[in-house]
Every structure is written in C-alpha cells, then in structure tokens.
C-alpha cells in the first residue's frame, strides 16, 4: 500500500526518501514473512515522515548481506538532522524516518 501526500520535496529530500523505502522494502523481502507492506510519506508540523511498515514476522533463517543498510541511512539522515526508528511489534515491523522542513522547503 502506498500513501504519499509530502507534496513538493527539494530533489537531495526526496532522493533520501526514496533511499529510505527502498531499504526498509528490501528488507522486508529479504528479513521477514511479511504478505504486505504500507509505505507513508506525509508531512507533519515538524517536517517530513516516511514510515514503512509490514505485517510479518522475521525470517527464520538468515539472509547474508552487508547489514550496513540500516546504518547507512541513518547516516544520511544525520546530513538533514533528522533520524531512523525501528521497531518490532506484534503486527510486523516498522521503520520511521523523520527529516526536519524549514520554512518554504519544496
């Protein structure tokens, strides 16, 4: 499922954010048993959220990668101030980033 409603982005804001989905996607395919994803792209009063959650467990055997993807957003994030969150729950997994708008941003 998609939901955006972020309107206009400037270009290095919306190039992250597409980072952030595509690695929050991967790994829902690559970590988990997930049969659907929800990805969210909204504005609040403090700036720009992307949340991309699914509705699985995690996989129970591993899946080799770099593991640095996680890591490496949040590093990208860091460039906007903004942050990742992670979590788990009963209903699937969750990835948060928010990314602070200054006035007149997009």
Do not use: C, K, M
């Not at 206009?8 to 829902?28: F, I, K, M, W």
Request: net charge negative; aromatic share 2%.
């Amino acid at each position: 499922d998609l939901d955006v409603s972020a309107g206009d982005l400037p270009p290095s804001v919306s190039t992250t954010v597409y980072r952030v989905v595509q690695e929050a996607l991967t790994n829902v395919v690559r970590h988990s048993d997930a049969g659907r994803a929800r990805v969210e792209v909204s504005r609040d009063g403090r700036g720009l959220v992307t949340r991309v959650t699914d509705d699985g467990r995690p996989a129970s055997t591993a899946v080799h990668g770099s593991g640095r993807g996680l890591v490496g957003l949040r590093e990208r994030l860091a460039l906007f101030g903004g942050t990742l969150d992670t979590s788990t729950s009963d209903e699937g997994w969750s990835v948060e980033a928010r990314i602070p708008l200054g006035e007149g941003a997009g």
